[in-house]
């Protein structure tokens, strides 16, 4: 029997596509490809008795074209501090074994190129986030100012990280991604971040 399991937390997303990026509409990359790093922070969560609160993760994803009509290259980095059950918990999620929101984001994956466990600095504040992997990996997104300042959002597009949730559309400062072949350095393309909430059966 599968085990029960829950994370809350926040998420963001940095991408080479222009803002805000089309691939969330169904529509084709600004570049033809897209290649996004998405982190997750877990404020909260379990999975069967193993508690997973704190830890961060962090998926590098490459679509070589219209990201419903190709399959995608996947990277997966694990929290350092986690534990190997910890560890093995979020495999377990994130590769869609378990079920939930995370299931359907996997079945666009056609190959997986790695799992790691790397130190990975998150950050959450106000307008913007962060996350860094040392010698991989630096991401730096800023909300889009919106009309009289307030936050420019999507709601209900049909291909997202955290469903339920409105999407804040960002800019990335930075988005830096060496690694399995991939040399990504760009900036003041697109980001999105929300709240998450994830549960399997």
């Not at 919106?146 to 209900?156: C, F, I, L, M, R």
């Amino acid at each position: 029997m599968a085990s029960r399991w829950n994370l809350d937390g926040t998420y963001f997303e940095a991408c080479n596509c222009e803002a805000a990026c089309p691939c969330v509409f169904t529509s084709p990359p600004t570049e033809g490809e897209c290649t996004a790093v998405v982190g997750w922070h877990i404020n909260k969560g379990s999975f069967g008795d193993v508690k997973l609160d704190g830890l961060n993760l962090v998926l590098a994803v490459h679509a070589p074209g219209h990201m419903l009509q190709v399959k995608w290259k996947a990277a997966l980095y694990l929290d350092e501090r986690a534990t190997q059950v910890q560890k093995d918990a979020l495999v377990q999620i994130f590769s869609g074994q378990a079920g939930g929101h995370p299931a359907a984001l996997a079945t666009f994956v056609g190959e997986i190129l790695g799992v790691q466990s790397v130190a990975i600095d998150y950050s959450a504040e106000g307008k913007q986030r962060s996350l860094r992997i040392p010698n991989l990996a630096e991401v730096e997104i800023e909300a889009l100012a919106g009309q009289g300042g307030a936050e420019v959002t999507v709601s209900n597009h049909p291909v997202c990280v955290a469903p339920g949730y409105s999407a804040v559309v960002a800019k990335s400062k930075r988005l830096s991604y060496h690694d399995h072949g991939f040399q990504l350095e760009v900036s003041g393309k697109n980001g999105y971040y929300s709240p998450f909430s994830y549960q399997g059966p």
